[in-house]
């Protein structure tokens, strides 16, 4: 081989290999062990899920019993026992996701909107912080993000306003998940999630800066990286997280350092040291 050439290949080759760690390196090491969240305080036989952590990570909100939203502060190093939120109680409610500035929650339900009886479809909605963990009346998101008959479920907010939702019949075809940015006053029409890779995209966990997402599909966890504007191909969490149970609703930690999830193997809330950030 000529050496010209073959040095060309080599650099061609060092240059894909350098550009590997940001877009297939393992965010879980080799030695992590998944761990029940604070098993009997807010991970009980009512088997909770879908996490949500303000700011400094010091308050969770969560789905808990009857399908309520459900808040605990961290004292002391443990968490107090949870209190429903005041937005919740009444409704079938579910899948909270604080805004990355803390002062948003954004959620799923069937409550009743506009004078209707409860919803037979979830619909997305969202409180204002009022003070402390106080909270406004919920604010049901007008068309195009929620429409009749149309089920929207696991809202998350990057810290642009974009807003990803895992939406199953919105399109018969495409049984996942979709976004939609955030123009002057008003949301985008909301278009499918682009990843590559067989299955859907649910439970879409978005970052802050949008630089990757986790989701559920099939049962197991992924991640895609964002590159150039461009989502890669999805990446499949390993065998700590994904042993062959049921994983979904995937959330992390605002400080890029743990994943939180759910799974068939363990009643309510997983944790898993991970490096995202």
Not at 107 to 134: C, E, M
Request: hydrophobic share 35%; proline share 7%.
């Amino acid at each position: 081989m000529h050496k010209p050439r073959k040095f060309a290949i080599i650099c061609s080759l060092l240059s894909v290999f350098a550009a590997l760690p940001a877009f297939a390196q393992s965010i879980i090491a080799p030695d992590s062990k998944a761990s029940v969240f604070s098993k009997g305080t807010i991970s009980t036989d009512s088997g909770e899920f879908a996490p949500t952590f303000s700011p400094d990570g010091k308050t969770v909100y969560f789905t808990g019993a009857s399908n309520s939203i459900y808040f605990s502060k961290l004292k002391d190093g443990k968490w107090t026992k949870p209190s429903v939120a005041n937005f919740s109680g009444r409704w079938k409610d579910m899948d909270p996701f604080m805004s990355p500035d803390g002062k948003k929650i954004f959620f799923s339900s069937y409550r009743p909107y506009n004078g209707t009886a409860q919803l037979k479809f979830a619909h997305i909605w969202f409180v204002d912080r009022v003070d402390g963990d106080t909270w406004s009346e919920a604010h049901h998101m007008d068309p195009p993000i929620n429409l009749d008959g149309v089920n929207n479920y696991a809202p998350a907010i990057s810290r642009s306003g974009t807003i990803y939702f895992y939406s199953p019949n919105r399109d018969i075809n495409n049984k996942s998940s979709y976004f939609s940015t955030w123009v002057d006053d008003h949301y985008s029409t909301p278009v499918l999630v682009p990843i590559a890779g067989d299955g859907g995209v649910h439970d879409p966990f978005i970052s802050p800066d949008e630089r990757y997402l986790i989701f559920a599909s099939g049962g197991q966890l992924f991640i895609s990286f964002r590159k150039n504007s461009q989502w890669m191909e999805r990446q499949k969490l390993d065998s700590q997280v994904n042993d062959g149970s049921k994983n979904s609703s995937p959330c992390v930690s605002p400080d890029g350092k743990t994943l939180y999830y759910s799974s068939s193997r363990e009643n309510g809330i997983l944790m898993i040291p991970v490096n995202v950030r």
